[in-house]
């Protein structure tokens, strides 16, 4: 059981469709709302239950039909004691709505709150991800490529930034997770080449073929030897079932249609 993880989620009362920011967003092809309820539980079910890591809920604003991604509220930062977040700066509109009641959340929880500079969208956790103690960050389809200086500023750790290339991977989050310290699974296809070459000399890695990727396969919520990750994926799961994790498979259709999944629904806290 993995109680050492707390994850932040939020539950989907008022998730819906009703702009179009990404590639995967139709307001043609709507998610039906009762079956995405029934599927975010059944993801709170195995985090919890079956995994048993903690987790806390922030209340979802009618107004921010995508605040269920909590991935994006910001990067909680976990140095000694101190509970501190840098928050987000949402590149659309459509999402600024959701900072301030990200950010009301965390101040009631005791955390520290840093926001980006003015000049700069950074996205969270959606865009930043640790391969060990290296922070592997996103950048050009949502946060901005000067997100990392900032970042780096504030952690004092190593950063890499990697570009994003195409609109079906838009977030980091959507092409890349970490198993372990020091491995990588990711879509190569969704970086540039020079990413691609510093992904694979940093880190060992594990490449995820498009069509699971296609199903958000590397949006996949690492706890300890337990992945959670969404179903339609069993190249990359009977890999990571080989190397000794336990996996776990969420259907996710429903946010698919919003462009996210497992990992866009929770953020480490
Ligand atoms: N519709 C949301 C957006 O386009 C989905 C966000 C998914 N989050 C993530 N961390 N990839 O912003």
Request: hydrophobic content about 40%; aromatic content about 12%; proline content about 5%.
């Amino acid at each position: 059981m993995s109680s050492e993880f707390t994850l932040l989620m939020c539950a989907p009362d008022a998730f819906d469709l009703k702009y179009e920011i990404n590639s995967w967003m139709s307001i043609e092809n709507r998610p039906d709302v009762t079956l995405a309820a029934k599927q975010w539980r059944e993801l709170h079910r195995i985090i919890s239950n079956d995994v048993g890591a903690t987790v806390e809920l922030v209340q979802q604003e009618p107004n921010a039909p995508d605040m269920v991604f909590t991935a994006n509220a910001g990067l909680v930062v976990r140095e000694n004691n101190d509970k501190r977040v840098l928050l987000s700066r949402f590149m659309h509109p459509e999402r600024q709505v959701e900072v301030a009641p990200f950010r009301a959340w965390f101040e009631k929880h005791g955390y520290d709150c840093t926001e980006p500079p003015e000049t700069v969208f950074y996205e969270g956790e959606g865009d930043s991800l640790w391969c060990g103690d290296t922070l592997v960050t996103g950048y050009l389809k949502r946060s901005d490529i000067t997100s990392h200086n900032w970042i780096a500023e504030q952690l004092y750790c190593e950063v890499l930034p990697v570009e994003l290339v195409d609109g079906r991977w838009y977030h980091l989050d959507t092409a890349f997770f970490s198993p372990s310290p020091g491995v990588a699974a990711y879509y190569p296809g969704a970086f540039d080449t020079y990413a691609r070459d510093v992904i694979e000399s940093h880190f060992e890695t594990i490449k995820v073929v498009e069509e699971e990727a296609l199903q958000f396969a590397c949006n996949s919520v690492v706890l300890g030897k337990d992945i959670v990750m969404p179903s339609g994926c069993p190249r990359i799961g009977a890999e990571l079932r080989e190397r000794g994790f336990t996996v776990h498979t969420a259907d996710m259709s429903e946010f698919l249609k919003a462009g996210g999944a497992c990992k866009c629904l929770s953020l480490f806290i």
